[in-house]
């Protein structure tokens, strides 16, 4: 289970420095000054809380040779075709190049118990299909369709014991209804503690 919340917290991450697609419509952007209390909407520090989830990223940081291109953030690490198939391939949820279902069907389930289980059962199916079926995809694995799928939706489907009831998360997630591609925040990363 800590290799899994290491990269769920890596999730985080990685969504928390990505730029939104070039072709991403205005409204379907986080409105400016509220990211922080978007970062808080859904309580998921039992989902993604690692204090050593920046072990894996350094490795692959450390990888990376070349100055990344306009809009990565994280660069391409040598050997890989991105920083998410590295990720994946550190915590052992990749293999010849592909996702491991099964590894990453166990770990989901291991992560999200509790009032998370349902939550975690729908979005490890979702996003491992859309992995698998995307043509929109950087990484050859569908590692990053996965990681930007699994956060939206377990902050789409935060249970309501976990959700900020809050003018801005209400905005947020009706932004995210009408914008399937967008990503619940950008910015600053969450808080999270193991």
Known sequence: ??????????????CAVAAPPADMPAECLPPKGTEKEASQCCKMAQIFGSSEAGAA?????????????????AGKPEGFECMDDCLFSKIGLLADKKINEAELASRVKTAYAGEWAEVGAKAGEKCLAAAKSSTDKLC?????????????????N?????????????????????????????????????
């Open 1 to 14: 289970m800590y290799t899994f919340r290491v990269f769920l917290a890596l999730v985080l991450f990685n």
């Open 57 to 73: 990223f350094k490795q692959c940081q450390d990888m990376v040779k070349e100055k990344p291109a306009e809009g990565d953030k």
């Open 140 to 156: 050859p694995s569908g590692a990053d369709i996965f990681v930007q799928c699994i956060f939206r939706e377990t902050y789409m």
């Open 158 to 194: 935060c249970p309501d014991k976990n959700w900020t009831a809050s003018d801005v998360c209400k905005a947020n997630k009706e932004r995210l209804q009408k914008c399937p591609r967008a990503l619940p925040f950008l910015g600053p990363m969450l808080e999270v503690k193991a």
